[in-house]
C-alpha cells in the first residue's frame, strides 16, 4: 500500500515545473542568467563568460520584471 502510494506522488509530481535545459541540442553546455528587465546586465554576463567568442540564446522569457536569458558559447 505503501508503495502505491509513493509510486502515485511521485508520479504527480513528475509533471510539475520545468527546468532550463543543461546542454544544446549540438552537446553544448548552456548557463541560465537572470538580470532586470531592461538593463542589458544579462547581455554583459554571456559576453563575459563566453569569454569573446559570442553565445547564442536558447531561451528568454521575462516575468514580473525579471529576465530569464537561457545561453550557450559558441564554439572558439
Same mark, same amino acid.
Given at each position: 500500500?505503501?508503495?502505491?502510494?509513493? !509510486?502515485? %506522488?511521485?508520479?504527480? !509530481? %513528475?509533471?510539475?515545473?520545468?527546468? =532550463? *535545459? !543543461?546542454? =544544446?541540442?549540438?552537446?553544448? *553546455?548552456?548557463?541560465?542568467?537572470?538580470?532586470?528587465?531592461?538593463?542589458?546586465?544579462?547581455?554583459?554576463?554571456? %559576453?563575459?563568460?563566453?569569454?569573446?567568442?559570442?553565445?547564442?540564446?536558447?531561451?528568454?522569457?521575462?516575468?514580473?520584471?525579471?529576465?530569464?536569458?537561457?545561453?550557450?558559447?559558441?564554439?572558439?
Amino acid at each position: 500500500m505503501c508503495t502505491v502510494a509513493a !509510486l502515485a %506522488a511521485v508520479s504527480a !509530481l %513528475a509533471g510539475c515545473g520545468s527546468s =532550463a *535545459p !543543461l546542454f =544544446a541540442s549540438d552537446g553544448r *553546455p548552456t548557463t541560465l542568467v537572470q538580470c532586470t528587465n531592461g538593463s542589458d546586465s544579462c547581455d554583459q554576463q554571456a %559576453a563575459a563568460s563566453c569569454s569573446g567568442a559570442g553565445y547564442e540564446v536558447v531561451r528568454q522569457t521575462v516575468e514580473s520584471g525579471v529576465r530569464n536569458l537561457l545561453y550557450a558559447c559558441k564554439g572558439k
